[in-house]
């Protein structure tokens, strides 16, 4: 029979995609969108591998196996492998559903303290990672094109951080995506792959009881989930 897992191992498994958020960059092998969807799919290590019982003063030395009671019929346990996670879902056309769920609200948060704290790094789980973009865009030296976007995106968040005197008391509320989802054929916007792509997001916040927003440009979709291609307007 496999033991149950307790309490407070079942808490550590649901963890999955909130606690790896801040990973969004990593290598995504065409078949995994960032870290963090990777991340959600690794088992967690059982109580026992983490530190072995400590042995009691009456066990037999290690040279020693145990003492077994020859008219018994019990059977020494055996321990049981924990059962794999299954790996999130993977289309080599990039069409999977776009999904706005808590990790798109967590990855948009993060946004909003990179503007808060004038820190573009901060923001960086929301941005559209760059080992996908090379083979989805089909320009030339896509590798370069993303890090000329990437260095706009910068720019854009100084410029946000630079549109209040104070960004004290500043509360998270939501980001909502902006136009109706549209899927983009390979071929219709200088891309190798197909992508769904939103227009004029609104993140969401609020100062001392009032709502207020500013304009996330463009997102597109990788594996089913939104990246930020354009903050602000795109200047050529």
Known sequence: MIPLLSPHLRALSGLGLGLLLGCANSSPQLGAPSAIVAASAAPIASASAVAPPAMSASAPPASEPPLVDAGSDASPPVAAAAPAEAAPPFAADNKLPPTEGPELQVRAKGLLEAVIQDDPKLGDAFWFPKEPFI???????????????????????????????????????????????????????????????????????????????????????WQGLWYITHLSKFKK
Do not use: C, M
Request: hydrophobic share 30%.
């Open 135 to 221: 083979p989805l865009k089909d320009v030339k030296g896509p590798d370069k094109y993303w890090e000329q976007l990437h260095r706009t995106y910068g720019t854009d968040v100084h410029a946000l951080h630079k549109k209040r005197k104070s960004w004290s008391g500043v509360v998270f509320e939501k980001f909502e995506i902006g136009s109706k989802p549209k899927w983009v054929k390979p071929g219709e916007e200088a891309n190798k792959i197909g992508y769904h792509r939103s227009f004029r997001g609104k993140l969401h916040y609020a100062v001392d009881g009032k709502s207020e927003s500013f304009e996330v440009r463009t997102v597109i979709t």
